[in-house]
């Protein structure tokens, strides 16, 4: 009869014991589930604030003032760093949603704060919230039963531990009465029981942090696990080994990894010689940035063989390679120091250099690039924000500081490229004509004499 009735208070104390342990580990997960979509929410609203409000600027706080008008004019480059929980929000979402709503909103969240002038423009941020809103409402809905439901989970559980508590103490003291235990022995069952129990249950909610970080990691690792297919060191190379710049596309074919069905240079021949100033022209995704991007081998041809100095790029130390070509592009990225350190940078990239206008950003990234000294000058775009003077002087400046250098410049302003030594009028992955400008201008119904005409006439 004794035993049933130890078995009866050992059950009495232990089911609570497990259930409240149980239920711990469901709340915590709970409360993570539920804060998330709020703290999007908020997080968004605050982001999309900054533009709709600009009269909230106050007080005499200097930097704080200076910090909010750097945000309201420059945008996304500013936003990029205070954006930052919202994409780090982005990341931790992933732990525990299968769920598409969390997907569309991470991508909506994302999109509007780094389009963020493009939405303030468009007098779009109630839409914006109106469609996180949408989104949320599925998570938020399921988030408040959760919340209910393991509301009422912790306060009976909380209530079922503390009568656990007091059976066991009581059960101790009849014990401990009937002298089948001593006092010392009873009170040590006891407190091993109320403090064990305690810091089980704290190791107990650490379990669905672990799959959370599990859960994050994954990918993190998946993405670090990847293999690149051109490797950066090999062949090992002395590095400071010179190239001169000749450069030949033979018999190229190519596609990009992410669209493999869609040809970009097909059967493509060019010869460049080292040292001569060449410009690639014509109309939208004929390819030409793609060719630049096969010269700093970001990507390999697929058929055929690029050739720099007679040699196959994939022959070439990367690194070595690449310290030799110069890029510039349309939209330079920069530091956020001094226009000095952003130079002697040399070929570092950043994202900032917010304070700055589109062409001042291009001045320095040219100047950027010449401190590199490079064999093979790549400009794609390079000079689009300059007026006309300035972009004239940088171009007779290039042309006369870098007379071995292999010019290749990409624009889409012809009177950038009037001087080239051979001008490669490209559409749809091919040269459909070459030249100098005198002898392209002439062919009155060429696509290069066409697009002359045109700009000309748009320019008067
Ligand atoms: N990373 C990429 N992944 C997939 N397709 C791409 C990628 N970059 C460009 N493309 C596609 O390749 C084609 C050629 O693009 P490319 O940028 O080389 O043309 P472009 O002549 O330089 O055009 P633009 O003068 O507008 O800069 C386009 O159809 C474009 O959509």
């Known amino acids: 009869m004794t035993n049933l009735r130890q078995a009866l208070y050992s059950g009495i104390i232990l089911m609570p014991t497990v259930f409240y342990l149980y239920s711990t580990s469901l709340i915590t997960s709970m409360k993570t589930n539920s804060y998330e979509p709020a703290f999007f929410a908020a997080i968004l609203r605050n982001e999309l604030a900054w533009f709709e409000k600009p009269q909230n600027i106050v007080g005499s706080d200097q930097l704080h003032h200076s910090q909010h008008q750097s945000q309201l004019e420059n945008g996304p480059s500013c936003l990029g760093r205070d954006a930052l929980p919202l994409y780090r929000w982005a990341d931790s979402s992933q732990v525990c949603k299968s769920n598409a709503a969390y997907s569309e909103l991470v991508?909506?969240?994302?999109?509007?704060?780094?389009?963020?002038?493009?939405?303030?423009?468009?007098c779009l941020e109630d839409h914006v919230l109106e469609k996180a809103k949408v989104s949320l409402k599925k998570p938020l809905a399921k988030c408040r039963t959760q919340s209910i439901k393991y509301g009422i989970i912790q306060g009976v559980s909380l209530c079922l531990w503390?009568?656990?508590?007091?059976?066991?103490?009581?059960?101790?003291?009849?014990?401990?009465?009937?002298?089948?235990?001593?006092?010392?022995?009873?009170?040590?069952s006891y407190q091993i029981f109320s403090l064990t129990v305690p810091s089980i249950t704290e190791l107990w909610t650490l379990i669905p942090?672990?799959?959370?970080?599990?859960?994050?990691?994954?990918?993190?690792?998946?993405?670090?696990?990847?293999?690149?297919?051109i490797e950066p060191d090999e062949p090992k190379q002395p590095p400071r080994k010179s190239i001169k710049g000749d450069i030949e596309f033979s018999n190229v074919s190519f596609t990009y990894p992410s669209r493999p069905d869609m040809i970009i240079l097909d059967n493509f021949n060019l010869t460049i010689e080292a040292g001569s100033k060449v410009a690639l022209v014509g109309p939208s995704g004929a390819g030409k940035s793609s060719i630049l991007a096969l010269l700093l081998r970001f990507y390999d041809v697929n058929e055929g063989a690029l050739l720099i100095d007679w040699k196959n790029v994939k022959s070439y130390n990367l690194k070595v390679l690449r310290a030799q070509i110069g890029l510039v592009q349309q939209e330079p990225l920069l530091f956020s120091f001094s226009i000095r350190e952003n130079i002697c940078y040399g070929n570092e990239v950043g994202e900032k250099g917010c304070q700055l206008s589109g062409g001042q950003k291009q001045r320095i990234a040219i100047a950027r690039v010449l401190l590199k000294k490079p064999a093979i000058m790549l400009l794609d775009e390079a000079t689009s924000a300059l007026d006309a003077e300035s972009e004239r002087a940088i171009i007779n400046a290039?042309?006369?500081?870098?007379?071995?250098?292999?010019?290749?410049?990409?624009?889409?302003?012809l009177s950038t490229v009037i001087n080239s030594d051979t001008i490669f009028?490209?559409?749809?992955?091919?040269?459909?004509?070459?030249?100098?400008?005198?002898?392209?201008?002439?062919?009155?119904?060429?696509?290069?004499?066409?697009?002359?005409?045109?700009?000309?006439?748009?320019?008067?």
């Open 398 to 413: 290039l042309e006369s500081l870098q007379q071995s250098t292999t010019n290749i410049t990409v624009a889409h302003r």
């Open 425 to 460: 009028v490209m559409d749809k992955g091919k040269v459909v004509e070459m030249g100098t400008h005198a002898n392209l201008v002439t062919a009155s119904e060429g696509v290069y004499s066409k697009l002359y005409t045109h700009q000309s006439f748009a320019g008067n």
């Open 209 to 229: 942090t672990v799959f959370s970080a599990i859960s994050i990691l994954t990918p993190a690792f998946h993405t670090l696990d990847r293999q690149t297919e």
């Open 162 to 188: 503390n009568i656990a508590h007091a059976v066991a103490l009581w059960y101790t003291t009849i014990l401990v009465k009937r002298g089948q235990s001593s006092f010392e022995n009873g009170i040590r």
């Open 107 to 122: 991508s909506l969240a994302s999109e509007s704060t780094s389009n963020i002038k493009t939405v303030a423009s468009f």
